[in-house]
C-alpha cells in the first residue's frame, strides 16, 4: 500500500517543483522551486542523462588493439588543464583478447 502511495504521488512532486538539490537527483541545485540542473542532466528533477547522438564506431580506439577482439576494462577520465583536453586512462586485456575468451587452452 506504501509503494501505491508512493506511485500515485510521484506526479504531484514533479508538478509541485523541488523544495532541495534531494529532489534534483543530486544532479543540480534546487533554486525557487526549479531543478537547475548539471550540464550532464536534464529533465525536470535532473535525472535524464544528457547524451550526445553518436555512431557505433564511436569510442575508445586503442592503437594496437587488434579488429574488435580487445576488450577494456574499467576506464576513468581527467581534465589536463595544460592542452585543456581531456584524457581517458583505460585498462587493456593482454594478447588482444577478448572478455569471453580464454588463451589458456
Known sequence: MELLLR????????VAGCTSD???SLNGRCKNGTCRCLAAWSGPDCGVLNLTPTTRTAGLHAPLSGANATSSWGGSVAFDA??????????????????????RR
Open 7 to 14: 506511485l500515485l504521488t510521484l506526479p504531484l512532486l514533479a
Open 22 to 24: 534531494l529532489a534534483c
Open 82 to 103: 595544460k592542452s585543456k583536453r581531456w584524457q581517458m586512462f583505460a585498462a587493456e586485456m593482454v594478447n588482444s583478447c577478448g572478455i569471453g575468451c580464454d588463451r
